[in-house]
Nanobody, 126 residues
Framework: QVQLVESGGGLVQAGDSLRLSCVAS????????MAWFRQAPGKEREFVVG??????????SYVNSVKGRFTISRDNAKNTVYLQMNNLKPEDTAVYYC?????????????????WGQGTQVTVSS
């Protein structure tokens, strides 16, 4: 059974940086897309960033609000995907979830992801 475990969340001030990690166990995942979603209180879960599987060249896709500030990367040898978040803003406050894609292609639709982590809280104070 595949398990995803996120870490790296915390409480920071606006302008600070955080790096989230997501370790996958139970199978290799280099051929699957990986993504980070987030859910703020009272809001729906939203796509933040995704990276395609090796077969699709590891292409990345970002929601406009984080372009230039967030960077996703993956280390297939370690079955780990990272989210580097710079210049954090209060509106980035949310629970961040790692997700394993059904295919190698990234998608903004949560239905195209078959496994989710438990989430890690990111809180950005102004």
């Amino acid at each position: 059974q595949v398990q995803l475990v996120e870490s790296g969340g915390g409480l920071v001030q606006a302008g600070d940086s955080l790096r989230l990690s997501c370790v996958a166990s139970g199978r290799t995942f280099n051929n699957n897309a990986m993504a980070w979603f987030r859910q703020a209180p009272g809001k729906e879960r939203e796509f933040v960033v995704g990276i395609s599987g090796s077969g699709n060249g590891g292409r990345t896709s970002y929601v406009n609000s984080v372009k230039g500030r967030f960077t996703i990367s993956r280390d297939n040898a370690k079955n780990t995907v990272y989210l580097q978040m710079n210049n954090l803003k209060p509106e980035d406050t949310a629970v961040y979830y790692c997700a394993l894609g059904v295919t190698a292609s990234t998608s903004t639709d949560s239905n195209n992801y078959m496994q989710w982590g438990q989430g890690t809280q990111v809180t950005v104070s102004s």
